[in-house]
Structure formats: C-alpha cells, structure tokens
C-alpha cells in the first residue's frame, strides 16, 4: 500500500490485528487535536459542489467546516462554524425510522419499507419500479417517503411538528423548522419525488402521497447547528431507558448498509461507523457505547456526500481506532 493510501484510508489499518479492539478511543479527542482537523478539512472543500436543485443550499458558502463530538463520558469538543444552522435534509430519515419503530414497532415498519442496500442514486425512481413498488430501505427517498406517511398529521406541518418535539425532547436538542429553506425546496417541483410518491401509492405502500410528499419536505428542512445533530447521534450511540436497545441496533445497522448513499458499502468496509448524510452537507456518525460526531460542510463530493465532513469522520476513526462494534 503507498504512503498516500495509508493517509487517506482507513482500510490501511486492516492487518493491524486488533483492529476491531479499539484501543483508543473518542474520549481521548482533545481540542488541540480537533482544530488543526477543521484546517485540513477546509483544503478537502475544494471541488466540491453546491446542491442545485434546492435554490436555497446553492447560496451556502462552500467552505464552511463545523464539527461536534459528543461523548458518553467526558464534555463535548467542537470546532469551526458551529453557531450556523443548516436543515438537516436527509440526515432526518434515521430519525424518522427510529420515532415509527418506538410508535409503531419493527412489523408494521418493515411491512412498508425493506432493509436492503441500493446501489441506485438516493432518489432512484428505477430503482422502485424495479422492487414493484416496495421502498429498498428507509434511507432512500422512496424509503423515506413511504414513511413520511405514516407520520400521522392532517398536513406536513402537523406531522413534522410530533417529530420535532419527540426529538427535541429526547435529545435535548432545539431542532426548529426552517420555513424559508421550505418555501425554496416548494420553488422548483421536484418531479422525482412526485413520481416515487405516486408509484408509492399505485402500489399500495402510501395511502396519501400528497400529505406524505408534504411531510418529507417538511422534516428534510427541520433544521439546528452541529451540536443538535450530535445530539440526535446520540440517541443511536447508547442503551438508555428512553429507546429501545433493538430499535437502536436496527438504526445503526441500516446506516451501515445503506446511510451513505453509492458510498454505503464502501465506507463500512473502510470506517464502518453507521453514518448519515445529507444533500445539505450534514453528516452524523454514531461511535456506539461512545458517543457521536456531527459535520457540517456544504460542498459534497459525486455521490453526494460532503468533502470535509467525510474527511473528518475518516480522520476521527483512523486516529482514535474507532470503529462500529461499540
Ligand atoms: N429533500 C431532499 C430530496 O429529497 C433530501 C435529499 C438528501 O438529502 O439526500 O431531494
């Protein structure tokens, strides 16, 4: 393996015997580790690409770098833009899945959306067509939609209201909806989702695409800083008396699989925290029975993932051997 390989992949740590026998761990990070990260970080930036299609993503500065560590035992450590707010986009799906498994229980969840990875793009309507309307998994748009639906509001606003505070709560964290990012996802039809929403339907996996469409919209633009994404990852990092141990194990199990859009399997193999991105440049990793790391960084790579925020995540688990086995 070269030398850049070894820099740049945690998969250079494969022969290393104890791999799997984290030595280290997140509560060594200090803060004199954390900042130089957030000065590296910014070089990764550099390429990436601002979102489209949501006019109000494109206007986001592209070399913005936040991060949070949280940490079952020990203070948080942060460093970067952490006062900027961002909508969480599709970092909400795991959330979303976790709120219905505690509502509404691991049969009716799974009777509605399946467990298997795609290697179609997060928003593959071919994808759908080919399973004959089933969703693949939660983390897709397809996924997220179908469960969108079982929110259970007379609108998206309703629905999206009962997550907010049940995350909230849970959490402490001060999730809020951003009503301008709202009104600029509304601007441009996204035809995609109408499509899935609609096949959803035709299929029998949605009774109401209108108000789930609604729905998804709303939660995609719930929105707060870098600490209250970490703090949602910790919802997911530990056992406590709040969540079910099995709906938090099926979470993070999924994200291995399928949180990283065409990256997925790869980044398991290589990092294999259970992550989720979204468009919007969020990132949240769940270091179990340790704590969690939430990014912020808007510029994303080809699959969609943003540049510095995987960088951080790779770097935080090379160097503090972490890895998903808790
Ligand atoms: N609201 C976005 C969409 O459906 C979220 C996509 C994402 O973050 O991956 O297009």
């Known amino acids: 393996m070269t030398e850049k390989n070894k820099m740049s992949h945690p998969i250079s740590d494969w022969n290393n015997p104890n791999r799997h026998q984290s030595s280290v761990r997140l509560s060594a990070l200090t ?10 970080a910014k070089v990764q930036c550099q390429g990436g690409q601002l979102p489209t299609y949501i006019p109000y993503l494109a206007q986001a500065n592209p070399t913005w770098v936040a991060v949070q560590v949280q940490r079952i035992q020990g203070e948080g450590v942060a460093a970067g833009d952490i006062r900027r707010s961002f909508p969480l986009m599709s970092v909400i799906k795991p959330f979303v899945l976790l709120f219905l498994l505690e509502k509404l229980g691991i049969e009716a969840v799974f009777s509605q959306v399946g467990m298997e990875s795609s290697d179609q793009p997060f928003n593959s309507l ?3 067509q080919a ?4 969703p693949r998994n939660p983390m897709i748009n397809s996924g997220a939609i179908a469960l969108a639906g079982r929110l259970l509001g007379k609108d998206g606003a309703s629905g999206c209201e009962t997550l907010r505070q049940w995350l909230n709560q849970r959490s402490q964290s001060r999730l809020f909806l951003d ?8 601007s441009l039809p996204n035809e995609r989702n109408r499509a899935i929403a609609n096949l959803l339907a035709a299929s029998g996996y949605l009774d109401h695409p209108e108000i789930a469409l609604d ?30 141990p099995q709906h938090r194990h099926i979470v993070n199990d999924i994200l291995i699989t399928c949180g990283l859009y065409q990256a997925s399997s790869r980044f398991a193999v290589e990092v294999g925290l ?10 949240v990793s769940v270091v179990p029975s340790q704590g969690a790391i939430a990014c912020y960084s808007p510029a994303l790579d080809e699959t969609g993932n943003s540049k510095a925020g ?9 160097t503090l051997e972490l890895n998903g086995l808790g």
């Open 310 to 318: 995987l960088f951080i995540v790779q770097q935080l688990a090379q």
């Open 126 to 128: 071919a994808q759908l």
């Open 131 to 134: 399973d004959r309307g089933k």
């Open 215 to 244: 729905t998804y919209n709303h939660v995609c633009c719930l929105s707060g800083t870098v600490r209250d994404l970490a703090q949602l990852g910790m919802l997911l990092a530990q056992d406590t008396s709040i969540i079910s």
């Open 179 to 186: 009503e301008a990012m709202l009104k600029s996802v509304r």
């Open 274 to 283: 259970p992550t989720k991105s979204g468009v919007s440049g969020a990132i």
């Open 31 to 40: 803060q004199d580790k954390l900042n130089p990260l957030i000065v590296q």
